[in-house]
C-alpha cells in the first residue's frame, strides 16, 4: 500500500502543523506512514497514520532540557542524528515501499532517505523558508564566507565524515544544507510574514498556519478567564528554563485587573516561583490554541507556531526572544505592527505590564491584526498542503498498483 513516509525531527514546533496535514491525506484516502522515536506515538495516532518508531535524530536537544544548544551546534546534531536514524528509515522504506517522502526541512535523514532510496520529496518548512536572500539577510551577512562559517559549527566536519563514509552520500556543505529546495516545499507561515516573500519561486507554497483542533491530555479552568483582559505567557517547549522570567511574570500581573495564563514548559520547577496569583493559571503545558481563541495579548518567545497559532487568533505579540531566529520574529513583528519586541534583559514587571497594556489597547494593532489574519487564512492551511501534497504525487505520473 505504497503511499507518504513523513519523517522530522522530534520537536512540537516541527511536528504540530503536519499532523492536520497527514489527518486530511489520510482522511482523502492516502496511507500515510509517520516516522519519529516511540514517545511520539500518541501525538500521531489520532491523525489516522501508521506511527513506526525510529531513533531520535536530535537527542541532544532533549537532553539537555530548557537550556537547549546553541544555533551553531545545531548542524553537527542533524548531522549525527541523520547517521542515527537512516538505516532504520532505510528498512522502513524497504519494509513499507511508500512513494514519497515528506520530510522537515530541519530533518537531514528525511531529505537523504528520499535520495537515497531514489524517492520524491517533499520539504515542509515548520519556520522560516530559506533562499539566498533570506539567508544572508538574517545572519547578517555572516554567511558571505560559507566555508569558514562551517569551520566555525563544532563538530559538522566530523560529523559529515563519517556520514559520508557510513551511506556513500557526497558531502554536504553548510550552504547545500540550508538551502535545498525540493521540487515542492511547503511552508506553514504568509507569504506576507516572510522576510522576503517576494523572492520564493513556484517551488514554494505558504500555506500560512496549520490549525485544527489538538486532543489535550488536561482541560484548564477556562471559566476564570472571565472578567478581565486575558494574556496567555508561553516560552514555547525548548529554550524555556527561565525561571527568572517567569517571577517577573509573577510579579507584573499579581494584583492587576488581567486574567493571566503562564505556560511553564517542563524544565521549570513551578513550586519555585514563589506564591502564584489569584488571577493568574500557571501550568507546565497549557492548550494554547483554546487559550489564545481568548487572548488578549500572546507574551511568548517568538516561535515560529506560537507565533502563527496568535496570527491566526488575531492576538497581539509581546516577543521576548531566546535564540536568534526568534530575534528575526521578534523584529518582523514589531516591523509588520503586529506587537513589540522586548529583549530578555529588558523584562520588568513594569515594562511588561506597560509593553501588553498598550499592545491590548491600541486600535492600529488590531487593523494590522485583523488584516495578517485574512492573509494567513488565505494561504489554505494543511487542507490545501495536503492537496499540494497530492498535487504533486499526481504529477509523479502512474505509480505502483
Ligand atoms: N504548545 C502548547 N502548549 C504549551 C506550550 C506549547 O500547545 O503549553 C504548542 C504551541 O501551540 C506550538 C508548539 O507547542 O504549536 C511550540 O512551537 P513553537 O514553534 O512556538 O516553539 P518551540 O517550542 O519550537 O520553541
Not at 522576503?196 to 488536561?218: C, I, K, N, Q, Y
Request: proline share 9%; charged share 20%; with cysteine.
Amino acid at each position: 500500500m505504497p503511499g507518504a513516509l513523513f519523517v522530522n525531527i522530534p520537536a512540537r514546533g516541527h511536528i504540530n502543523p503536519t499532523l492536520p496535514v497527514v489527518a486530511d491525506l489520510v482522511a482523502r484516502g492516502e496511507h500515510v506512514i509517520y516516522c519519529l522515536p516511540p514517545e511520539d506515538e500518541l501525538l500521531i495516532r489520532p491523525t489516522g497514520a501508521t506511527f513506526r518508531p525510529v531513533a531520535n535524530s536530535f537527542p541532544e536537544a532533549r537532553e539537555r532540557k530548557g537550556r537547549a544548544m546553541s544555533l551553531s551546534e545545531l548542524p553537527a546534531a542533524g548531522v549525527r542524528g541523520a547517521i542515527r536514524t537512516l538505516p532504520e528509515l532505510l528498512e522502513i522504506v524497504v519494509a513499507d515501499k511508500p512513494s514519497y517522502v515528506v520530510y522537515d526541512a530541519y530533518c537531514l535523514a528525511g531529505r537523504l532517505v528520499a535520495q537515497l532510496a531514489d524517492l520524491p520529496a517533499v520539504a515542509t518548512y515548520a519556520t522560516y523558508a530559506f533562499n539566498e536572500q533570506v539567508l544572508f539577510s538574517v545572519t547578517s551577512g555572516r554567511l558571505s564566507d560559507p566555508s569558514s562559517a562551517q569551520r566555525g559549527l563544532p563538530g559538522f566536519d566530523e560529523a559529515m565524515e563519517e556520514l559520508v563514509a557510513k551511506f556513500g552520500v557526497p558531502p554536504i556543505g553548510l550552504l547545500d544544507l540550508l538551502l535545498h529546495p525540493e521540487p515542492l516545499n511547503i511552508a506553514f507561515l504568509p507569504r506576507e510574514f516572510q522576510p522576503a516573500g517576494e523572492t520564493f519561486d513556484d517551488r514554494w507554497v505558504f500555506v500560512g498556519p496549520s490549525l485544527a483542533p489538538r486532543p489535550e491530555a488536561e482541560a484548564l479552568p477556562l471559566e476564570h478567564l472571565e472578567g478581565g483582559p486575558v494574556a496567555y505567557v508561553s516560552l514555547g517547549t525548548v529554550y524555556n528554563e527561565r525561571p527568572d522570567f517567569f517571577r517577573t511574570v509573577l510579579r507584573a500581573f499579581g494584583g492587576t485587573g488581567w486574567r493571566v495564563v503562564v505556560a511553564t514548559g517542563n524544565w521549570v520547577d513551578t513550586g519555585d516561583l514563589g506564591p502564584v496569583p489569584d488571577n493568574v493559571i500557571l501550568r507546565p503545558w497549557v492548550p494554547q490554541l483554546e487559550v489564545l481563541a481568548k487572548a488578549d495579548v500572546f507574551v511568548g518567545h517568538g516561535g515560529m507556531n506560537s507565533t502563527m497559532e496568535a496570527l491566526a487568533y488575531a492576538v497581539p505579540l509581546v516577543v521576548v526572544p531566546q535564540q536568534s531566529e526568534q530575534r528575526v520574529t521578534a523584529d518582523r513583528v514589531a516591523e509588520l505592527g503586529l506587537g513589540q519586541r522586548l529583549d530578555p534583559g529588558d523584562v520588568t514587571p513594569e515594562s511588561l505590564l506597560e509593553a501588553v497594556t498598550t499592545l491590548a489597547s491600541e486600535p492600529g494593532v488590531a487593523e494590522r491584526l485583523a488584516a495578517m489574519q485574512k492573509a494567513a487564512l488565505a494561504g489554505g492551511g494543511h487542507d490545501r498542503a495536503a492537496a499540494e501534497i497530492l498535487r504533486f504525487t499526481g504529477n509523479l505520473g502512474p505509480g505502483p498498483a
